[in-house]
Nanobody, 115 residues
Framework: QVQLVESGGGLVQPGGSLRLSCAVSEIMLNIETMGWYRQAPGKERELVAAITLGTTTTYGDSVKGRFTITRGDTKNTVWLQMNSLKSEDTAVYYC?????????WGQGTQVTVSS
């Protein structure tokens, strides 16, 4: 079964940076978008950033100007560079891929921003 393999989460101080990576374990055709969502305890899952095959990007309002998403089209790999991290960014981050209306999710990686 197709899996999304994530890495890069961890503990970082406010103002610091992290880089998340997500790779598809099997070749997938017709992937329209890949992206990152996050969910904090007791809160709804929200969009962090997404990127299309044509490299058009979308960012959640709270991360604009701080986060950057990039994609390797052929390898179906996506990265999320997170700068100027705030405590409010603390959440489990999930990689996502969309193909023909089907969502595939990674297992999630914990990002904790704290002193």
């Amino acid at each position: 079964q197709v899996q999304l393999v994530e890495s890069g989460g961890g503990l970082v101080q406010p103002g610091g940076s992290l880089r998340l990576s997500c790779a598809v374990s099997e070749i997938m055709l017709n992937i329209e978008t890949m992206g990152w969502y996050r969910q904090a305890p007791g809160k709804e899952r929200e969009l962090v950033a997404a990127i299309t095959l044509g490299t058009t990007t979308t960012y959640g309002d709270s991360v604009k100007g701080r986060f950057t998403i990039t994609r390797g089209d052929t390898k179906n790999t996506v990265w999320l560079q997170m700068n100027s991290l705030k405590s409010e960014d603390t959440a489990v981050y999930y990689c996502n891929a969309k193909s023909w209306g089907i969502d595939i999710w990674g297992q999630g990686t914990q990002v904790t921003v704290s002193s």
